[in-house]
């Protein structure tokens, strides 16, 4: 065969080869037209997204009011008795055992709700504590031989029908227990202060300043 037929053959044949690989990228990409955008949706785009925000709920809630700060306790008004009723009364339950006067001061805040006598406070006092001293046969020095501690709990009483005082009373002396002392007074701005503990320390600072 002629060197320059040969040559022109395979020209022609190269040429034939370049148009086949061309339509069947061609064809590839008509079959398969999203093949490029899934390489590029696949890739992981949300590492360079903020993040805030997520897991937290408080801003889905209804908002709140403000709390108020607690304010001073202050004294009630003291009622005064007239002549079908008592005014503001104190029933005041001491003893050394801090469960019966717990349970006995319970017993009498129940049978004032059976009864129908309103009860306008109950709280317990600060407990008292005594020391017993002893003085030995032999010397002068006395030492600590015990601690009694004294438990006092008050159910504050308003409008006590005065018919009804003396059966009331009755059954609270009879369902009093061993080692407990029961006592009823009218109430006064003492008996409020005794509520508190004494702070020495706080008075002298005050009186310093004033």
Do not use: W
């Amino acid at each position: 065969m002629n060197p320059v037929i040969r040559k022109a053959s395979f020209a022609l044949h190269s040429r034939a080869l370049d148009q086949a690989g061309l339509l069947f990228r061609a064809s590839v990409s008509v079959q398969h037209p999203i093949q490029g955008s899934l390489a590029f949706s696949n890739e992981r785009q949300y590492r360079t997204m903020p993040t805030h925000g997520i897991g937290k709920y408080k801003h889905l809630l209804p908002k709140e009011a403000p709390k108020k700060k607690k304010e001073r306790q202050q004294m009630k008004q003291i009622k005064t008795a007239t002549d079908a009723e008592y005014g503001t009364l104190n029933v005041k339950v001491s003893g050394y055992d801090m469960i019966l006067v717990e349970h006995y001061s319970q017993y009498i805040h129940n049978l004032c709700n059976r009864l129908g006598v309103k009860v306008a406070e109950s709280y317990a006092l600060p407990t008292k504590s005594t020391e017993v001293m002893v003085m030995p046969e032999q010397g002068t020095k006395m030492y600590v031989d015990a601690i009694l501690k004294s438990h006092e709990r008050i159910v504050q009483l308003s409008q006590l029908n005065a018919t009804l005082c003396p059966t009331f009373m009755e059954v609270l002396l009879k369902n009093q227990p061993e080692g407990i002392q029961l006592s009823v007074k009218p109430h006064t701005e003492a008996d409020y202060q005794a509520r508190f503990k004494a702070r020495p320390e706080l008075e002298g600072l005050m009186a310093q300043m004033t």
